[in-house]
């Protein structure tokens, strides 16, 4: 019998601001001297208030618009009520039925809501005693939770690794996952694949802190409880973790339903009830995202995918090619030449300018080309000690050519055509599948 999984992702971005979500202490480094970045409002002190913090709330406004969501023009706060020892106040201010983007998409996956909240402090572990540091606690939030579209565990990866990119072209969050600034909580649960509908449970699994541990753990927790059904056995709703030593997931508490947090109205916030010409405002400050600027390349530019998707990895590159396009036109570089030495040189972008970048390469314009002999040598020679890479190619890993063809590059000491180097390579490896 054939099972399907279905998988809903809840992803907690902490915002790049000079101050924390609801007082004025400064947002914490990481490696800091713990409990130094705190005051009454962080700490959950009796009488301390909050105070909305300004730039936040337009953050998350911005990241809603750019992932195609709905700003309605009334939201609120509201307290989540629970007790745990990183929640000194006994409640987290975050937001419920009115968040502050509603809707939007992450390619073919819907996005469900956008929503902001304040961050907690951090346990930390030594033998039989848990020490906290509130350095982190009021940190601003971001949560964006998907719908339950996602099927299979290389598909949530993908997604994240792309909002990971929207959200650093925003430049609202560095969303390092090493440092915490991004964190990572899926929702999985299987069903017979003839079986209409959504299933009665979910199983959250916690503890997320890279790619790879996403789609490990999704790939173990559809396994599981794939057998579970095999052996007619109930699956609980229930919140797991993921052991990176062991490479399994393992139970942590039975998952809250919301009405077992008590939400209601954050009585010391006021509403916010967005103008025109603020809303206006926020969207003015939209940028061209990474897709549509790939398209754009590919189209402006005559690249191939791979290279648009190189280029456009980041903000920075993709502003270096267009200078180095704009400079190279005046002495006759075509834009898939310079696309070719950035993206295979890997130059270091703030040593090696532009303009000294087409210095460079019109010093070189005299030089003779390689012999075509030589190159298919030197191609053969890269292809043969690059198996994995080929293998990568032929699996549709479009971007594994341009590493062979900076594999050329190297091999010889940029005297190869990149153009004729690619063509010959695809040549080759198109016979060898």
Known sequence: MSYKSIIGLEIHVELKTKTKMFCGCSAPSLGEKPNTHVCPVCLGLPGALPVANQKAVEATALVALALGGQIPRFTKFDRKNYFYPDLPKGYQISQYDLPLGKGGHLGAIKVRRVHLEEDTAKLIHLGQNTLIDFNRSGVPLLEIVTEPEIKTPQEAKELLKRLQQILRYLDVSDCDMEKGSMRLEANVSVKKATTPGLPEYKVEIKNLNSFRFVEKALNYEITRQGQCLKQGEKINQETRGWDAVKQRTFIQRFKEEAQDYRYFPEPDLPPIIWTKEQLATIKKRLVELPEAKSQRFQKDYQLTPSQAAILTENQAKAAYFEEAVKLGQKHGFKPETLANVIINKRLNLEKYLPAKLIQILKKKQTKPGLPETKLKLAIAQVVKENQKTVADYHQGKASAIEF?????????????????????????LATKK
């Open 404 to 428: 062979l063809v900076g594999q050329v590059m190297q091999a010889t000491k940029g005297a190869a055509d990149p153009n004729q180097t690619r063509k010959i390579l695809l040549e080759k």
